[in-house]
């Protein structure tokens, strides 16, 4: 297996696309049960580019097998803030491609942003383990946040200092 970690290109809409289908079908990371429209996915792709909003991709070949973007906030008064994203295909998870991912993400929002910040759900530990690692700090929990196929969870909101 040789994965690659670098920026995303228009080039990777398909594939982007069927690593966040992949990854929301599972119904346990990300609050999309399913990708939107790939034309969706595309735009979101140039419209990262375009704002010089950093977004990664993990790639096994030609596969792409994970992502992380950082999207400016677009409240005012907040446009120093990022909202990270993020995911890895189920059979590529625990190889380390998550924390290269966090890491070439943030190293590419270090002086174009002040703060980046998240959401995770609170079963999903080692994601939790991740952001902890690369520095983000527990900010608060939001309780019984989420009802999923009659399940509650909590969501653990993160956030990291850049400046």
């Known amino acids: 297996m040789n994965i690659t970690v670098r920026p995303i ?67 005012q008064d907040s446009e120093h803030c990022g909202g990270l994203g993020m995911g890895v295909v189920a059979d590529h998870r625990g190889m380390g491609i998550g924390t290269k991912l966090v890491t070439a993400t943030l190293n590419a929002a270090r002086g174009h942003f002040e703060r980046v910040e998240l959401d995770v759900y609170a079963s999903n530990t080692p994601a939790i383990a991740l952001y902890e690692k690369v520095g983000f700090a527990l900010e608060g929990r939001r309780r019984q946040a989420l009802l999923r196929d009659g399940v509650y969870d909590d969501i653990v909101m993160m956030g990291l200092l850049l400046s």
């Open 9 to 75: 290109n228009l080039d990777d809409a398909g594939g982007f696309h069927a690593a966040l289908d992949s990854v929301a079908r599972e119904r346990r990371y990300l609050r999309l049960t399913e990708a939107p429209p790939l034309a969706r996915s595309l735009q979101f792709i140039a419209s990262n580019l375009e704002s010089g909003n950093p977004q990664f991709v993990a790639a096994d070949g030609e596969a792409i097998v994970g992502w992380c973007d950082i999207c400016r906030s677009s409240e």
